[in-house]
């Protein structure tokens, strides 16, 4: 377990070496990230490429407090402003200790939600102002960014739907941004499209309502031509 770390000096990941890899999967609730992450991580096993992964929020002791916090639904919820700035509490805490060393250490890393998702439920959903997002999240990260985002983009409707199929087959019940109003999530999905349609270069945008097989083919695709597998 993590117990501290150092605050590590600034620098991008693009900066440290192309050995390894940092990837951001992006998307509605729902969208099948969780299954993408898990194709990518068998085929890195058996490749024999040292990879983490990791999740926000959360993804350290401190990280994992501040996600109780978070989603936690109560009458004493957070404010927008304060939902923004406990993300991007657990998100430095998460860089810090967590990605900058395993990328240190020469291993890809595998975020399940990294900065965008900030961009698109903070600015997009509760309609903070993005240049503040921004700016935040550049702090959080020390400028650290993903050298590619993945959206796997579903519509909201469907979003709902494999919700509500996942709440009664695994019994969970909905977390609190689970539960924000239909429109809270259309302006959340046309910020992540936003973001992929301003940065092409640092997004991959997949749709989400194809077969998870298909799915990692495109995946494994655009790795490959970015020369990143062989
Ligand atoms: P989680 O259960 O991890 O959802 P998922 O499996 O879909 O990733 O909950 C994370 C929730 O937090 C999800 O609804 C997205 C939201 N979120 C933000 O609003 N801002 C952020 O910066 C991050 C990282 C997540």
Request: hydrophobic share 40%; proline share 3%.
């Amino acid at each position: 377990m993590i117990t501290h770390c150092l605050m590590m000096t600034k620098t991008t990941a693009q900066a440290i070496s192309i050995s390894m890899i940092f990837l951001a999967f992006e998307g509605l609730d729902g969208s099948g990230k969780s299954t993408l992450m898990r194709q990518l991580e068998e085929h890195l096993s058996e490749k024999k490429i040292s990879f983490l992964k990791t999740r926000e929020p959360g993804g350290t002791p401190v990280g994992d407090q501040l996600r109780e916090i978070i989603l936690k639904k109560s009458s004493d919820a957070p404010t927008a402003r304060t939902e923004l700035l406990l993300y991007e509490a657990s998100r430095a805490q998460h860089v810090d200790c967590v990605i900058r060393p395993a990328l240190e250490q020469k291993k890809w890393v595998l975020c399940d939600r990294f900065s965008a998702s900030s961009i698109a439920f903070q600015a997009g959903g509760r309609q903070i102002s993005e240049s503040q997002v921004e700016w935040l999240n550049d702090f959080a990260t020390g400028s650290l960014e993903p050298h590619l985002n993945i959206l796997l983009d579903l519509t909201v409707e469907e979003s709902k739907k494999r919700r509500v199929n996942r709440a009664t087959q695994v019994g969970v019940a909905e977390d609190r941004m689970e539960s924000e109003a239909e429109l809270f999530h259309q302006r959340v999905r046309k910020a992540f499209l936003d973001q992929g349609q301003k940065k092409p270069k640092a997004w991959l945008i997949l749709d989400a309502s194809q077969t998870p097989e298909k799915l990692f083919e495109l995946l494994k695709t655009e790795l490959k031509e970015r020369q990143w597998l062989a």
